[in-house]
C-alpha cells in the first residue's frame, strides 16, 4: 500500500519519488474518472439523472505535469495554460446535449446560476452573474472585465486584450495579448499599444485595491 502523501488538517504534500509522480497524477485522473462515473450511475439508478444539473469543471489549468493543450504556462501562471479550463453542464431535462459554448464564464458564477434555476436570488451582493439563459438559449453574455492575483502575478482581460503583470526584484513585466489572434500569448503588444496598456493596467490596480482593501488575506 502507498504511503500517505497528504495528511487531515495539514498543508502541503509530502516527497514523492521523482519517477513516479507521472503515474500518480495518471492515477489520481482515473480514479476522478471512476467517482464521477459512481455519481453518474447512482443518480440513473434512483431516476433522478435528467432532473438534476451536473457541473465538472477545474480551479485551474494543469500543472506541469498535466497538459494544457497548447496554451502558454500552468497551474498558478497568469497566462491562459493556468487559467483558461473546458467546462462540461448537463442537465437533460432543459439543456440540449452536444452543444459547444465559447463565452467566458466564471467559478464564481456558478452560484447565481444555480440559484436562477431554483427561481432565487443571492441573499448579498457577489460577483459572479447567472449564466441560465446562455445555457438554454445560448443568449450571449454581458460584456465585462476578468481579474486575476496570485503571488506575484496579476492579468485583466477585456474583451479580447489581455493585460499581464508579473513583479520581481527587478520591478515590473507588463505584457499585452490579443487573445483573438494570439490565444498562445506569444507576440506581446505592450510596446505598440501604450494607451491601451496604461488604460488596462489602471482598471488591474483599483481592482486590486477595492477587493484585497480590508481584507485578510489566506493564500499569497
Same mark, same amino acid.
Request: net charge negative.
Given at each position: 500500500?502507498?504511503?500517505?502523501?497528504?495528511?487531515?488538517?495539514?498543508?502541503?504534500?509530502?516527497?514523492?519519488?521523482?519517477?513516479?509522480?507521472?503515474?500518480?497524477?495518471?492515477?489520481?485522473?482515473?480514479?476522478?474518472?471512476?467517482?464521477?462515473?459512481?455519481?453518474?450511475?447512482?443518480?440513473?439508478?434512483?431516476?433522478?439523472?435528467?432532473?438534476?444539473?451536473?457541473?465538472?469543471?477545474?480551479?485551474?489549468?494543469?500543472?506541469?505535469?498535466?497538459?494544457?493543450?497548447?496554451?502558454?504556462?500552468?497551474?498558478?501562471?497568469?497566462?491562459?495554460?493556468?487559467?483558461?479550463?473546458?467546462?462540461?453542464?448537463?442537465?437533460?431535462?432543459?439543456?440540449?446535449?452536444?452543444?459547444?459554448?465559447?463565452?467566458?464564464?466564471?467559478?464564481?458564477?456558478? %452560484?447565481?446560476?444555480?440559484? *436562477?434555476?431554483?427561481? =432565487? !436570488? #443571492?441573499?448579498? $451582493?457577489?460577483?459572479?452573474?447567472?449564466?441560465? @439563459?446562455?445555457?438554454?438559449?445560448?443568449?450571449?453574455?454581458?460584456?465585462?472585465?476578468?481579474?486575476?492575483?496570485?503571488?506575484?502575478?496579476?492579468?485583466?482581460?477585456?474583451?479580447?486584450?489581455?493585460?499581464?503583470?508579473?513583479?520581481?526584484?527587478?520591478?515590473?513585466?507588463?505584457?499585452?495579448?490579443?487573445?483573438?489572434?494570439? %490565444?498562445?500569448?506569444?507576440? *506581446?503588444?505592450?510596446? =505598440? !499599444? #501604450?494607451?491601451? $496598456?496604461?488604460?488596462?493596467?489602471?482598471?488591474? @490596480?483599483?481592482?486590486?485595491?477595492?477587493?484585497?482593501?480590508?481584507?485578510?488575506?489566506?493564500?499569497?
Amino acid at each position: 500500500m502507498d504511503k500517505v502523501l497528504r495528511e487531515v488538517g495539514t498543508a502541503g504534500t509530502q516527497e514523492v519519488i521523482q519517477d513516479s509522480i507521472a503515474s500518480i497524477y495518471k492515477e489520481m485522473v482515473e480514479v476522478m474518472d471512476e467517482g464521477v462515473g459512481k455519481i453518474i450511475q447512482s443518480l440513473k439508478e434512483t431516476g433522478q439523472y435528467e432532473n438534476t444539473i451536473i457541473v465538472f469543471i477545474s480551479d485551474n489549468g494543469a500543472n506541469h505535469y498535466g497538459n494544457n493543450g497548447g496554451l502558454r504556462g500552468f497551474k498558478g501562471g497568469a497566462y491562459e495554460g493556468g487559467s483558461r479550463v473546458p467546462a462540461i453542464f448537463s442537465f437533460p431535462k432543459e439543456i440540449e446535449g452536444g452543444g459547444v459554448n465559447d463565452q467566458t464564464i466564471l467559478s464564481m458564477d456558478l %452560484l447565481p446560476t444555480l440559484l *436562477d434555476f431554483i427561481g =432565487k !436570488e #443571492p441573499s448579498s $451582493s457577489i460577483d459572479g452573474i447567472s449564466i441560465k @439563459e446562455n445555457l438554454l438559449e445560448q443568449k450571449k453574455l454581458p460584456e465585462r472585465d476578468v481579474f486575476f492575483a496570485y503571488g506575484n502575478k496579476s492579468f485583466i482581460r477585456s474583451g479580447d486584450w489581455k493585460l499581464v503583470v508579473i513583479e520581481d526584484k527587478t520591478g515590473e513585466k507588463i505584457e499585452l495579448f490579443n487573445l483573438s489572434e494570439d %490565444l498562445q500569448e506569444r507576440n *506581446d503588444l505592450h510596446s =505598440k !499599444e #501604450p494607451d491601451l $496598456s496604461n488604460r488596462l493596467l489602471k482598471k488591474l @490596480e483599483t481592482w486590486a485595491v477595492e477587493v484585497r482593501e480590508g481584507v485578510d488575506l489566506v493564500s499569497r
